[in-house]
């Protein structure tokens, strides 16, 4: 089946500084990725929506100039985490799909990144 | 509003059956979807209905009912490994999830 990859898989940084997290469709051609953030015991909000070739969308309360999201391939996108603050300390995910919308395509999350800001 | 609710935590024997229950309340549907998350993992898809009924899938089966906005996971024949939360998601123009059940499985 379809694999997703994401990298890294953990990250610990000192505040103020900008992490990248990369998001990776391995075996098929993903024109949507999503990315969530899970908090601990918390569920997994939808953070923004990236289609391949365009500006992402972002959810409400979701700072866009501080979530960069950059989905330039059908094979790649990245979140940026920029000047990352220990409240941003969390675990993100991303989800990918070729955009048929069928259920197949629900199951395709990568491993998840865990980010913690000292 | 959108809303999806289930019980935070559960507790059932190895070998025993348990039910988690979802209820939702959303502007739209097309499809509700089961996922298993073990701690520091991303989410695995378990199951999908978007018809009312059941859908049974080895030791797990979910069911749908749409008029009543409800929906629950049945597994049987626990085993330790199912310890994991149990995330209930509707999709309506995208997929909302609720906050999960973390389920214990005792010995």
């Known amino acids: 089946g379809a694999v997703v990859s994401q990298h890294p898989s953990w990250v610990i940084c000192k505040s103020g500084t900008s992490v990248k997290i990369e998001c990776r469709s391995l075996d098929f051609q993903a024109t949507t990725m999503f990315w969530y953030r899970q908090f601990p015991k918390q569920s997994l909000m939808l953070m923004a929506t990236s289609n391949e070739g365009s500006k992402a969308t972002y959810e409400q309360g979701v700072e866009k100039d501080k979530f960069l999201i950059n989905h330039a391939s059908l094979t790649l996108s990245t979140l940026t985490v920029t000047s990352a603050h220990p409240e941003d300390s969390s675990f993100y995910i991303c989800r990918a799909t070729g955009g048929g919308g069928g259920v197949s395509e ?13 | 509003g959108q809303n999806i609710d289930q019980p935070t935590e559960m507790t059932a024997t190895e070998g025993a059956i348990v039910q988690i229950n979802c209820t939702y309340q959303t502007s739209g549907f097309n499809g509700l979807f089961w996922y298993q998350q073990h701690a520091g993992e991303a989410p695995t898809f378990l199951s999908y209905n978007v018809l009312d009924g059941l859908e049974e899938k080895g030791r797990f089966s979910s069911f749908l009912s749409r008029s009543k906005g409800y929906s629950y996971l049945l597994l049987k024949e626990l085993q330790m490994k ?15 999830f609720g906050k999960g059940t973390r389920l214990h499985i005792l010995p």
């Open chain 1, 106 to 118: 629900t199951q395709y999350f990568g491993p998840g990144t865990r980010l913690l800001v000292l």
């Open chain 2, 82 to 96: 199912d310890s994991a939360s149990y995330l209930c998601a509707v999709r309506d123009d995208k997929i909302i």
